[in-house]
């Protein structure tokens, strides 16, 4: 069955995309916690985060370093935070 995530990646669902390639796709939260909230997602579909391949889990981080440093160059912040988390999709 297909995800909530790979709907929204396909366009079923919509969001605010804010970076994309062809591994990842990053979209404000539809609940942010707080401003800026993004989720970076990896394009493959998998149960478990760590279970992804080594290229996405290390991927995964370089893909988000600009989005982070653009979130804190626009909201005014000490640092911006990151987590693995999803257990409710």
Do not use: W
Not at 44 to 66: N, R, T
Request: charged share 25%; with cysteine; glycine share 6%.
């Amino acid at each position: 069955m297909t995800s909530l995530f790979t709907k929204i990646i396909n366009g079923d669902i919509p969001s605010h995309r804010i970076d994309e390639d062809d591994l990842f796709y990053a979209f404000l939260d539809i609940r942010p916690i707080s401003p800026g909230h993004t989720l970076v997602i990896p394009k493959q579909e998998v149960d478990h985060f760590y279970d992804m391949e080594d290229h996405y889990l290390s991927g995964i981080l370089k893909f988000a370093q600009p989005i982070v440093k653009a979130i804190e160059a626009v909201v005014p912040c000490e640092r911006v935070g990151s987590m693995v988390a999803g257990l409710e999709v």
